[in-house]
């Protein structure tokens, strides 16, 4: 049985498979999921689990290079643009119209939803390398 790391192992088998400037993407509980984008689906509950917390998790295992973000979240979410940068201090950050990061989902290995009910708590990842 794996000990640390990502547990789910579905996350674990999209990152496993994921290469240089591939995208994953983590996001809130109403956020609408395109068919062909496999959807790893953890809420259980309002707020559970929180968007940050995944995405700690998935830091632990991800190399991160660059985050697209809904441009909306900084004058509607300020509060979890502060989390995010705080778990992401060095990686670029290219902003976007939220109707535009919906149609970018469609370029995702995965989309992880998680139980978070704050508006633009939406991420897309994409990986870096460790060499």
């Given at each position: 049985m794996k000990k640390i790391g990502v547990m789910n192992s579905d996350i674990s088998r999209v990152i496993a498979?994921?290469?240089?400037?591939?995208?994953?993407?983590?996001?809130?509980?109403?956020?609408?999921?395109?068919?062909d984008?496999?959807?790893?689906?953890?809420?259980?509950?309002?707020?559970l689990p929180s968007f940050?917390?995944?995405?700690?998790n998935v830091l632990i295992e991800?190399?991160?290079?660059?985050?697209?973000?809904a441009?909306?979240?900084k004058e509607q979410n300020p509060k979890q643009l502060e989390n995010i940068r705080s778990v992401l201090p060095d990686v670029e950050i290219e902003f976007v119209p939220h109707k535009d990061l919906k149609k970018m989902l469609g370029n995702t290995h995965a989309f992880i939803r998680t139980g978070e009910t704050t508006?633009?708590?939406?991420i897309i990842l994409e990986s870096g390398v460790t060499f």
């Open positions: 498979n994921m290469g240089h400037m591939d995208w994953l993407s983590i996001g809130d509980a109403g956020m609408p999921v395109p068919k984008t496999e959807k790893i689906d953890l809420c259980v509950q309002s707020e940050i917390d995944v995405l700690k991800l190399k991160v290079q660059k985050i697209y973000l441009e909306e979240i508006p633009y708590s939406n």
